[in-house]
T-cell receptor, first 111, second 112 residues
Framework: KNEVEQSPQNLTAQEGEFITINCSYS?????LHWLQQHPGGGIVSLFM???GKKKHGRLIATINIQEKHSSLHITASHPRDSAVYIC?????????????FGQGTRLTINP | DGGITQSPKYLFRKEGQNVTLSCEQN?????MYWYRQDPGQGLRLIYY???????QKGDIAEGYSVSREKKESFPLTVTSAQKNPTAFYLC???????????FGQGTRLTVV
């Protein structure tokens, strides 16, 4: 079993739908990253959170430390949101930040 | 603009040759990281460096080498000892431990 599990692995929706991507982790963490990877491969950091909720535009990320679970929500989804979304748990090991990545959720938003 | 630059974006090499992937950052970050991504798998840590002239092995360091002679630069060499070098390689940096990580655009290496 992976230390970081995402669901669903693939998600297709229509433009305008509310999207939820889930991330569960089994390791102790200091924070959790949500990342976006577009075709071509470059990765953009969306959020880094250690508690509660963060919002940026149409994106909302929440984390429940007790339940070891985080969600990424996209409101009013748009075809340009189509990408792979990756969650990564951050551990501090021997003074260094180490990220443990989920396998990613491939999101496709159809017009 | 500050950021991380990886070059080249695509790289082809013959089997048995060493190849070096470039990673440069102008964010003044102390920590830098190299990850490997294979289809259907999460990114895995190859090497990381917390400070100039110091680096540590990650989870899959075998067949790779790095150097950190300058704060801005963290090149990765894929040696002929790496059994399956064809992959997508990502470099990242963070200002300090437990800080947000910033990623480059990646280098797709194909060994033929």
């Amino acid at each position: 079993k992976n230390e970081v599990e995402q669901s669903p692995q693939n998600l297709t929706a229509q433009e305008g739908e509310f999207i939820t991507i889930n991330c569960s982790y089994s390791v102790g963490i200091s924070a959790l990253h949500w990342l976006q990877q577009h075709p071509g491969g470059g990765i953009v950091s969306l959020f880094m959170l250690s508690s509660g909720k963060k919002k940026h535009g149409r994106l909302i990320a929440t984390i429940n430390i007790q339940e070891k679970h985080s969600s990424l929500h996209i409101t009013a989804s748009h075809p340009r949101d189509s990408a792979v979304y990756i969650c990564a748990a951050t551990n501090i090991i021997q003074g260094a930040q180490k990220l443990v990545f989920g396998q990613g959720t491939r999101l496709t938003i159809n017009p | 603009d500050g950021g991380i630059t990886q070059s080249p974006k695509y790289l082809f090499r013959k089997e048995g040759q060493n190849v070096t992937l470039s990673c440069e950052q102008n964010l003044n970050h102390d920590a830098m990281y190299w990850y490997r991504q294979d289809p259907g798998q999460g990114l895995r840590l190859i090497y990381y460096s917390q400070i100039v002239n110091d680096f540590q092995k990650g989870d899959i360091a075998e067949g790779y080498s790095v150097s950190r002679e300058k704060k801005e630069s963290f090149p990765l060499t894929v040696t002929s000892a790496q059994k399956n070098p064809t992959a997508f390689y990502l470099c990242a940096s963070s200002i300090a431990v437990a800080s947000e990580a910033f990623f480059g655009q990646g280098t797709r290496l194909t060994v033929v």
